[in-house]
């Protein structure tokens, strides 16, 4: 299948610093992509829509400013935590489609990341 | 809105043998239903897709069927082996996904 490639996979950061995670797809373009959190021992909650050449499109409840969101080309989606706090901590996830909607999601590896 | 439900939260069986997990959504205007594998502390593995005009889907021991009408899709794991230990994801796909709680799955040798 399709590869999705995060990177880094885990990364600890000093409270009130930025991090930023790229989202990559490497063997196929990605007009679109998402972005998940994931709280231990609960499903995915989907963050963001990633649009590449405009905005991302945010999901109620998420601080767009807190959560930067970048797709600056059809393989790279990146997020950037701004200003990070300990509630920060978490685990992040991208995912793309290969095509439409019809067609198969494939996930990256993941981030965790631990604000301290 | 969609809500997912697998069913159930957890499960634990012997090697070798044969299990069902359940996959409930509530909303059948779905373009396709995909069945994840997520080990601790990683990404999901796609495991099977199914499309909203399908009604199976195989890929080695695993088969996953979809019945749109009554918002169910089954993940059938047959001769389970201790390696099948992990959680298991449902995302039932419109404009977005929309994930079940998952089954955290553990095989005893």
């Known amino acids: 299948g399709a590869v999705v490639s995060q990177h880094p996979s885990w990364v600890i950061c000093k409270s009130g610093t930025s991090v930023k995670i790229e989202c990559r797809s490497l063997?196929?373009?990605?007009?679109?992509m998402f972005w998940y959190r994931q709280f231990p021992k609960q499903s995915l909650m989907l963050m963001a829509t990633?649009?590449?050449?405009?905005?991302?499109?945010?999901e109620q409840g998420v601080e767009k400013d807190k959560f930067l969101i970048n797709h600056a080309s059809l393989t790279l989606s990146t997020l950037t935590v701004t200003s990070a706090h300990p509630e920060d901590s978490s685990f992040y996830i991208c995912?793309?489609?290969?095509?439409?909607?019809?067609?198969?999601?494939?996930f990256g590896q993941g981030t965790r990341l631990t604000v301290v | 809105k969609q809500e997912v439900t697998q069913i159930p939260a957890a499960l634990s069986v012997p090697e070798g043998e044969n299990l069902v997990l359940n996959c409930s959504f509530t909303?059948?205007?779905?373009?396709?239903l995909q069945w994840f594998r997520q080990d601790p502390g990683k990404g999901l593995t796609s495991l099977l897709l199914?499309?909203?005009?399908?009604r199976e889907q195989t890929s080695g021991r695993l088969n996953a069927s979809l019945d749109k009408s009554s918002g169910r899709s089954t993940l059938y794991i047959a001769a389970s082996q201790p390696g099948d230990s992990a959680t298991y994801l449902c995302?039932?796909?419109?404009?977005?996904?929309?994930f079940g709680t998952g089954t955290s799955l553990t095989v005893i040798p």
């Open positions: 995912s793309a489609r290969v095509g439409g909607f019809y067609t198969e999601a494939f």
């Open positions: 063997d196929f373009q990605a007009t679109t």
């Open positions: 990633s649009n590449e050449g405009s905005k991302a499109t945010y």
């Open positions: 909303d059948s205007a779905i373009y396709n």
């Open positions: 199914i499309q909203s005009s399908q």
């Open positions: 995302a039932a796909t419109g404009n977005q996904f929309y």
